[in-house]
T-cell receptor, first 117, second 112 residues
């Protein structure tokens, strides 16, 4: 159990358009989900913490109006990159913390490769 | 602010060698530490998790140690195999239920 999926696995979009990435916990409920971004040969950097039914908490330097996060249910969080630019091209990974589970349990999705042309 | 550093950034070894990957963190008040494996273009696979009260964890050919007081962890891989080739990431959490803080990883290449 404890599977997290992301959709799409990869996406190419044109500069100025918006793209939505989904993160789903398939077999458990997740009150909290985390969104990370990874640039080539760099570490994963936390972008925001998403809590079901409330506004996301963004890390310093992450534009909340550009990276819209919605956690409308206990199994789904979405990240929308608005007005994408080539510098937004990156690998986006989500993780989900099981509701009521052990506090350290986080399960990672397989990631979404975004390329903005 | 917690920072995680991994040394070396890259490592190449012949098959069969034992090797050690290093991870250090600046704030010793961690909740737990995890080692992950990441294959190119893929997500993360959790390898070992060490709680702050523990000193080591073992899984198969992998052994991870934790020295909180010195802010260090090592991942020991015994009898390396080409299939071990990947990037190994070290990550810590400072509080229960919070996000992970990652190092940049060590890219391991095991040649046959």
């Amino acid at each position: 159990g404890a599977v997290v999926s992301q959709h799409p696995s990869w996406v190419i979009c044109k500069s100025g358009t918006s793209v939505k990435i989904e993160c789903r916990s398939l077999d458990f409920q997740a009150t909290t989900m985390f969104w990370y971004r990874q640039f080539p040969k760099q570490s994963l950097m936390l972008m925001a913490t998403s809590n079901e039914g409330s506004k996301a908490t963004y890390e310093q330097g992450v534009e909340k109006d550009k990276f819209l996060i919605n956690h409308a249910s206990l199994t789904l969080s979405t990240l929308t990159v608005t007005s994408a630019h080539p510098e937004d091209s990156s690998f986006y990974i989500c993780s989900a913390r099981r509701t009521g589970g052990l506090s350290y349990e986080q399960y990672f999705g397989p990631g979404t490769r975004l390329t903005v042309t | 602010k917690q920072e995680v550093t991994q040394i070396p950034a890259a490592l190449s070894v012949p098959e069969g060698e034992n090797l050690v990957l290093n991870c250090s963190f600046t704030d010793s008040a961690i909740y737990n530490l995890q080692w992950f494996r990441q294959d190119p273009g893929k997500g993360l696979t959790s390898l070992l998790l060490i709680q702050s009260s523990q000193r080591e964890q073992t899984s198969g050919r992998l052994n991870a140690s934790l020295d909180k007081s010195s802010g260090r962890s090592t991942l020991y891989i015994a009898a390396s195999q080409p299939g071990d080739s990947a990037t190994y990431l070290c990550a810590v959490t400072n509080q229960a239920g919070t996000a992970l803080i990652f190092g940049k990883g060590t890219t391991l290449s095991v040649s046959s």
